[in-house]
């Protein structure tokens, strides 16, 4: 059984910085990325960042320039340093590890909310 622990969120003025964290545990088989989705009331859950096996990275649109994501591999864990945060930013964060082995597996932390105040 694979788990993801998100930690980090909260509340934060406009301007303001986080860092989430997230922590894989249990057994993992063809490990493929683990990124950053969000979700704001009323919308689509949204890619914010990922991090593949190799090293490479992409990014929404929207926080290019002000989010990044970064990850231990000794400790299974991703992170994502958020900066110049803005009230659009202001949604449930989930963790997401992709594993690739006999098919595409998605697994998903529980979310934590992040709240930026103007």
């Known amino acids: 059984q694979v788990q993801l622990v998100e930690s980090g969120g909260g509340l934060v003025q406009a301007g303001g910085s986080l860092r989430l964290s997230c922590a894989a545990s249990?057994?993992?088989?063809?490990?493929?990325?683990m990124g950053w989705y969000r979700q704001a009331p009323g919308k689509q859950r949204e890619l914010v960042a990922a991090?593949?096996?190799?090293?490479?990275?992409n990014y929404a649109d929207s926080v290019k320039g002000r989010f990044t994501i970064s990850r231990d591999n000794a400790k299974n864990t991703v992170y994502l340093q958020m900066n110049s945060l803005k009230p659009e930013d202001t949604a449930v964060y989930y963790c997401?590890?992709?594993?690739?082995?006999?098919?595409?597996?998605?697994?998903w932390g529980q979310g934590t909310q992040v709240t930026v105040s103007s």
């Open positions: 997401n590890l992709r594993t690739v082995a006999t098919y595409i597996r998605d697994y």
């Open positions: 249990g057994s993992i088989f063809g490990f493929s990325a």
């Open positions: 991090i593949t096996s190799g090293g490479s990275t």
